[in-house]
């Protein structure tokens, strides 16, 4: 078996050599530490048991098991008994080129780009495969395991695609009921996230949101909690840690210069922002995940 193209600085791993996307099957025969990560994560639970330990909280495993795990989110396992996990891990930059596309598909865009951030789940989703799902998910997962010794540059296509089969077959497994359900995101929710994403620094205000997309604010709030789960500018709030816990990890500037940064110029209400979602202050988090 290839070696994963995952390196540690501290209690940070991000990718090696050039890579986007690998899957691979690892057993933890007691614990894991708690440790943070520069990519999206989904881990499968295939066998054995422990307990999931996040700032959403503290689950227990059971076979078919899956938590996705956005950028910058910290997790660890504790209790394990040989807990089998099939992990899949893939950049942000192929969320945001390659596989741009999903944040308009009704599935993909909730498992990807909104159910991590909704209600309190602090950027970690999580569900349960049945025996059919299960299969069909790991049988993708194996696919893309093999392309792990293969030349990514020489790969890329197939990468993506098995990568895209894989979260395909994820997503339609946990919509469950909700299957048939499920609509496409309304255009003016996809502007509005792209036009805060493109300057987080901004004053957004729902107004001016409004005003932007030539819609009453009352609707927009309606249109964007449908989509989302929440209202625009908690969804800014979301993306706005994330690119804090982004800075935090892998740049040296001060902190309070990363809170103007990303349009939280007041430090306090930064602070308390950042804690409300990664249950960490800033500085812990940057102490906790880069030290050497």
Known sequence: MADPPVENTGTLL??????????????????HPVHTHSFFEVAVVMGGAG?????AGYQELVVGDVLLLRPGVWHGYTGCTKLDVFNCCFSADLLQH?????????????????????????????????????????????????????????????????????????????????????????????????????DPAHHWTLTELADELHLAPGYLVRLFKSSTGLPPIAYLSRHRVELAAHRLLHTDEPISRIGEAVGWPDQNYFARRFKSHYGLSATTYRARFTRA
């Open 14 to 31: 991000h990718f090696i050599d050039g890579s986007y996307a690998y899957a691979g099957r690892y057993v933890h025969p007691d614990a």
């Open 51 to 55: 307990m999931h330990h996040s700032a």
């Open 98 to 198: 390659e596989l741009a596309w999903t944040r308009e598909d009704p599935l993909l865009g909730y498992l990807l780009w909104t159910g991590p951030n909704s209600a309190r789940r602090r950027g970690v989703l999580t569900g349960h495969l049945d025996p059919i799902a299960l299969e069909s998910c790991v049988s993708q997962l194996e696919h893309l395991e093999d392309l792990r010794a293969r030349p990514f540059d020489l790969h890329r296509g197939d990468v993506v695609g098995r990568l895209s089969l894989f979260l395909s077959c994820l997503a339609r497994a946990l919509a469950g009921d909700d299957l048939g359900a499920a609509q496409p995101a309304h255009p003016a929710v996809l502007t509005a996230m792209r036009l805060m994403e493109a």
